[in-house]
């Protein structure tokens, strides 16, 4: 299966712990973007990198969020003393520089829950 | 600010009959958009999309219109299966702004 891939998959997590998620892209595209979706609305876009470059950031991504994408392969999405309110689907997607084209494809996600 | 709306939250449509998914967008530099496909567990899937210099774009049983004057989009499948049972949500981009912005989606359900 060559398409994007998450993990893990769940993580369930006591809050103030650190969490950690890894996204593998679609090998050949070179951007790769996070994305939370929370029960009843659609994604809300975190972050994206060209390459090995975060280029933007939402307002959505606090300081206890961090995400990196070493060498522009895969990437990582750590939130430090995690909290209830980040309790969410985190789901990433990848796609290849194409000025006529938007589409993005996506991973499974990794489904959070803070208790 | 919903920048992109999905009045509808469910549809539910007779098998072998034409459904019909709404959406409505409020920003003016949107200049592309998808529809997306999701199951449960699953991340959402990409099933068609139009630029903004086109009115029309058809994929087999899926057809995307968009009126920009309206600034509304609608996703037609003709003809409706049960695997076509699931919630689809809306996208929009503009060139330059590689995010997308989504709908909250609506959910279909096809009726056997």
């Known amino acids: 299966d060559t398409g994007v891939s998450q993990n893990p998959r769940h993580k369930i997590t006591k809050r103030g712990q650190n969490v950690t998620f890894r996204c593998d892209p679609i090998?050949?595209?070179?951007?790769l973007y996070w994305y939370r979706q929370t029960l009843g609305q659609g994604p809300e876009f975190l972050t994206y990198?060209?390459?090995?470059?975060?280029?933007?950031k939402s307002r959505l991504l606090s300081d206890r969020f961090s995400a990196e994408r070493p060498k522009g392969s895969f990437s990582t999405l750590e939130i430090q003393r995690t909290e209830q309110g980040d309790s969410a689907m985190y789901l990433c997607?990848?796609?290849?520089?194409?000025?006529?084209?938007?589409?993005?494809?996506f991973g499974p996600g990794t489904r959070l829950t803070v208790t | 600010d919903q920048q992109v709306k999905q009045n509808s939250p469910s549809l539910s449509v007779q098998e072998g009959r034409i459904s019909i998914l709404n959406c409505d967008y409020t920003n003016s530099m949107f200049d592309y958009f998808l529809w997306y496909k999701k199951y449960p567990a699953e991340g959402p899937t990409f099933l068609i999309s139009?630029?903004?210099?086109?009115d029309k774009n058809e994929d087999g049983r899926f057809t995307v219109f968009l009126n920009k004057s309206a600034k509304h989009l609608s996703l037609h499948i003709v003809p409706s299966q049960p695997g076509d049972s699931a919630v689809y949500f809306c996208a929009a981009s503009n060139f330059g702004n590689e995010k997308l912005t989504f709908g909250t989606g609506t959910r279909l359900t096809i009726i056997p």
């Open positions: 997607a990848s796609s290849l520089e194409v000025r006529s084209s938007y589409e993005q494809y």
């Open positions: 090998s050949e595209h070179n951007r």
């Open positions: 139009i630029s903004s210099i086109k």
């Open positions: 990198f060209q390459n090995e470059a975060q280029l933007e």
